[in-house]
């Protein structure tokens, strides 16, 4: 009795059947296919990315990307807002006046030097 009830236990149910039109994941094709890639300058530079926890964190990369450096002297950081996902420009000014515009409220000021560093502070 104890030996029945000990391999009753050990039994497992049967697998569900899973008919679906799936394929495994890790097949190989016998002849390559190309695949076509854009263009590096295609590529907007200046976008907001999953990685950009802030304001500040994307607008240091972007000052980055620029050649520049970022120079914080507002107040405080600024969270990310959904009005910042249509932002996709290889023009840094076009990509900012989009930022400044979502930003209106805070009356945040954006200025890019010559030397290509870029000055956050907050509007009187």
């Known amino acids: ?9 050990c039994a497992a149910p049967k697998p569900i059947d899973i008919s679906d039109s799936w ?16 263009e590096e300058n295609e590529l907007p530079r200046f976008q907001m990315l999953p990685t950009d926890a802030t304001l500040r964190h994307m607008l ?16 405080s950081d600024l969270t990310l807002v959904s009005g910042l996902e249509s932002i996709k420009d290889n023009n ?12 209106a409220a805070q009356k945040l000021r954006i200025q890019v030097s010559a030397s290509r560093s870029m ?5 009187p």
Request: aromatic fraction near 6%; hydrophobic fraction near 45%; charge should be positive.
């Open 92 to 103: 840094l000014q076009r990509a900012l006046n989009a930022v400044r515009r979502n930003y």
């Open 1 to 9: 009795m104890l030996l029945a009830g000990l391999l009753q236990a």
């Open 119 to 123: 000055l956050v502070t907050k509007m």
């Open 60 to 75: 240091e990369r972007w000052a980055k990307e620029n050649g520049g450096a970022l120079d914080w002297q507002y107040p």
């Open 23 to 38: 394929k495994p994941v890790n097949t190989l094709a016998a002849k390559p296919q190309e695949i076509p890639l854009k």
